[in-house]
């Protein structure tokens, strides 16, 4: 029997639900990763990624996938071949990145208790 929740999401505010689609440690870096260096491959997204498990960029791209932020291409070739892009809504989220990148590196990243670098391919899309 598949998980099911005790309750329902309570996401009343476009702004819960845009977090929702951006949430978590590896969303955001899958989504400016893909946009610097697209289509990849799922081995050369993981070596660009580092320290990200198989078993979570497979859930974060499937959940990507599932937003429609990104597509999933395969090819009928011998071995096969699949690589993952931005779709047009995935490009359309890097303007709203893009400011949250910019408001972080004003405001966040003189702090004291900030001790890593800001990630290099988001500096790209600027």
């Not at 799922?42 to 078993?55: A, G, H, Q, S, Y």
């Not at 497979?58 to 937003?67: C, D, Q």
């Not at 949250?100 to 890593?116: E, G, M, P, Q």
Request: aromatic share 8%; proline share 6%.
């Amino acid at each position: 029997m598949a998980y099911q929740p005790k309750t329902n999401k309570d996401i009343r505010c476009p702004l819960e639900c845009g977090m929702e689609v951006f949430g978590g440690k590896w969303k955001t870096r899958v989504i400016c990763v893909l946009y610097t260096k697209q289509p990849l491959r799922f081995n050369e997204l993981k070596r660009e990624l580092v320290n990200i498990t198989d078993t979570v960029l497979n859930s974060t791209l499937k959940e990507l996938i599932g937003y429609g932020i990104i597509s999933r291409h395969s090819y009928d070739t011998q071995p096969p071949h699949v690589d993952y892009r931005l779709t047009e809504l995935g490009e359309s989220t890097i303007p709203v990145l893009t400011a949250i990148h910019n408001w972080a590196d004003t405001n966040l990243s003189k702090r004291s208790d900030t001790d890593k670098p800001f990630c290099q391919d988001c500096n790209s899309a600027k």
